[in-house]
Nanobody, 116 residues
Framework: QVQLVESGGGLVQPGGSLRLSCAAS????????MSWYRQAPGKERDLVAA????????TYSDSVKGRFTISRDNAKNTVFLQMNSLKPEDTAVYYC?????????WGQGTQVTVSS
């Protein structure tokens, strides 16, 4: 079955950096678009970044453009989200996502808290 396991979240001061990882299994990882979403308390889950199957194209929400970078390692079935210049408004649970076998699959999420 499809499994997505996020890691790398934590507490960081404003201006700091974190690198999230999502280890995937149960499908042909290299053939699928991978995405990161986030959900802040009381808000909807929003797309943060996405990367095409072989990493040839990426897209970002306006709020993170220039600060976050999505990448993937198809040999390790892992997608990453490098987050720099973090702001308090980046505080959220971050989720890895893939649409495969006609279903949206989600990881359990990893908490990112940006606070001094």
């Amino acid at each position: 079955q499809v499994q997505l396991v996020e890691s790398g979240g934590g507490l960081v001061q404003p201006g700091g950096s974190l690198r999230l990882s999502c280890a995937a299994s149960g499908f042909s990882f290299a053939n699928y678009l991978m995405s990161w979403y986030r959900q802040a308390p009381g808000k909807e889950r929003d797309l943060v970044a996405a990367i095409t199957a072989f990493g040839s194209s990426t897209t970002y929400s306006d709020s993170v453009k220039g600060r976050f970078t999505i990448s993937r390692d198809n040999a390790k079935n892992t997608v990453f989200l490098q987050m720099n210049s973090l702001k308090p408004e980046d505080t959220a649970v971050y989720y890895c996502n893939v649409y495969v076998y006609y279903i949206d699959h989600w990881g359990q999420g990893t908490q990112v808290t940006v606070s001094s």
